[in-house]
Every structure is written in structure tokens, then in C-alpha cells.
């Protein structure tokens, strides 16, 4: 069964380019578009990881995140906080929101699937 990876992003183009690299290296990828849709899904599919933006609207992902690490039945998905937010201080700010790793906008298309398998083994 392959892993599951949901990307909870605003940006429709952004939310493609995560599928089209990701479903080729045999990851089923999950999509919303929002904080707090992407909360409702995470509760229901229970990803292997997720990719969070940031700044959306409805619930941005800092507040998703807190949510998903203080509940019980999400709180050990992997997040990695996916953002354009990089000022000194805005890594430290998503790791205490409950993000387990940072990656700044744009996004380094050859270092996010290592990233990821690292985070997925355990590394």
C-alpha cells in the first residue's frame, strides 16, 4: 500500500506540481485547500505525512497545525511546513506551531522527496 501524503495548500498550481512529483515515486497524494479542510481529511484518510502551507485562507496552517498535534489521532502525522515566509524567525515560529520540518517557497524539486523518505523511514 502505497504511503499517503496530503498537501493542504490554497494554490491549485502549487497543490499540481506537488502530485506530479510525488505520484511518480509511488506516493498516493491527498489535496485540500484549506487549514481546515485539510484537518477534516487528515482526521479521516490519516496521512503518512503532510505538506502544509502556511498563509491560506478560512485557517492558515500554523493554526492546522496546532490543532493536528494537540489531537490525539493526528498528533504523530509528520507536517512539514511548505512556505514563502522565510525572515529570520519564521522556521522557529512553524517548528513551535507543531510543524516537524521547514521548506521555504520555492520549493527545491530535487531535496523535497529526499526530505520526505528521510522523514517517512524515521531518519
Same mark, same amino acid.
Given at each position: 500500500?502505497? $504511503? ?5 495548500? /490554497?494554490?491549485?498550481?502549487?497543490? $499540481? ?8 515515486? +509511488?506516493?498516493?497524494?491527498? $489535496? ?11 482526521? !479521516?484518510?490519516?496521512? #503518512? ?24 489521532? !493526528? ?7 511548505? !512556505? ?5 524567525? #519564521? ?6 506551531? +507543531?510543524? #516537524? ?6 520549493? /527545491?524539486?530535487? !531535496?523535497?522527496? $529526499? ?9
Amino acid at each position: 500500500m502505497p $504511503e499517503k501524503i496530503l498537501v493542504v495548500e /490554497d494554490n491549485k498550481q502549487n497543490r $499540481e506540481l506537488f502530485r506530479y512529483l510525488l505520484e511518480p515515486l +509511488g506516493y498516493e497524494v491527498l $489535496e485540500a485547500g484549506d487549514g481546515a479542510s485539510g484537518i477534516a481529511c487528515a482526521r !479521516t484518510v490519516k496521512p #503518512d505525512l503532510i505538506l502544509m502551507d502556511i498563509q491560506m485562507s478560512v485557517m492558515d496552517g500554523y493554526e492546522a497545525m496546532a490543532i493536528l498535534k494537540a489531537d490525539e489521532a !493526528t498528533k504523530k502525522i509528520k507536517i512539514i511546513a511548505v !512556505t514563502s515566509f522565510a525572515m529570520k524567525g #519564521d522556521r522557529e515560529k512553524a517548528l513551535a506551531a +507543531g510543524a #516537524d520540518e521547514y521548506v521555504s517557497k520555492p520549493v /527545491d524539486t530535487k !531535496t523535497l522527496p $529526499e526530505l520526505i523518505r528521510k522523514m517517512l523511514a524515521g531518519e
